[in-house]
């Protein structure tokens, strides 16, 4: 069965700050697609970035970016120039593949980050 | 217009009540999920439609029942209603499709918070 790990229960930054969110996950599938999900306080879940397990460029979006290596079955998210908003919990998810058009997304325990004024 | 929409937002209820949340989404997805997530902000998923159709059922017991009358529409009646169902429960959808394929990404509604007393 796939398990997806974040070590980091808790984590803090200052403003404009880079700050890196772990994550990492254990699987025998070779496709497989891998997601960070962001959570504020509204408690809304927002795709933040993805990454498909076939593609070795680091998927990028705006301030966020991921490293993802396969092989250590690691999948870390970087926030450049962190803003307030960006505080929030922060998921990372496997996805897997069921078939069809169906797939289910596999949550690790989540992020709390808190970006500091 | 919100994507996904979840009603209602906050339900308090007695135990052994019988309560239904209601999901639409409006993006024309064929593919829709229920996901809990408990007290420690663990989301796991519990169910998924696909055109109406049950693809996944994890071992989620038999006092809930998803129900889909149409591929916009997925409800979720709660029989019986125990404090352990306390949580916040969010439907998702996505369009499915192939392996490598953005439609693949689940969109969230902003979830019910549900408080069993």
């Known amino acids: 069965a796939q398990t997806v790990t974040q070590s980091q229960p808790e984590m803090s930054v200052q403003e404009a700050e880079t700050v890196t969110l772990s994550c990492t996950y254990d699987t025998s599938e070779n496709n497989y697609y891998l997601f960070w999900y962001k959570q504020p306080p509204s408690r809304q879940m927002i795709l933040v970035i993805r990454?498909?397990?076939?593609?070795?460029q680091n998927a990028t979006e705006n301030r966020f970016s991921v490293n993802f290596q396969k092989a250590a079955k690691s999948f870390s998210l970087k926030i450049s120039d962190s803003q307030l908003g960006d505080t929030a919990m922060y998921f990372c998810?496997?996805?897997?593949?069921?078939?069809?058009?169906?797939?289910?997304?596999?949550f690790g325990t989540g992020t709390l980050l808190a970006v500091q004024p | 217009d919100t994507a996904v929409s979840q009603t209602p937002k906050y339900l308090v209820t007695q135990m052994g009540n019988d309560k239904s949340i209601k999901c639409e989404q409006n993006?024309?997805?064929?593919?829709m999920y229920w996901y809990k997530q408990d007290s420690k902000k663990f989301l796991k998923i519990m169910f998924s439609y696909n055109n109406k159709e049950l693809i996944i059922n994890e071992t989620v017991p038999n006092r809930f029942s998803p129900k889909s009358p149409d591929k916009a529409h997925l409800n979720l009646h709660i029989n019986s209603l125990e404090l352990g169902d306390s949580a916040v429960y969010f439907c998702?959808?996505?369009?499915?499709?192939?392996?490598?394929?953005?439609?693949?990404?689940?969109?969230f509604g902003a979830g019910t918070r549900l408080s069993v007393l």
């Open positions: 993006l024309g997805h064929d593919t």
């Open positions: 998810a496997f996805m897997k593949l069921i078939g069809g058009a169906t797939n289910k997304l596999i």
């Open positions: 990454q498909e397990a076939y593609k070795q």
């Open positions: 998702a959808s996505s369009q499915g499709g192939l392996v490598r394929d953005r439609k693949n990404i689940q969109y």
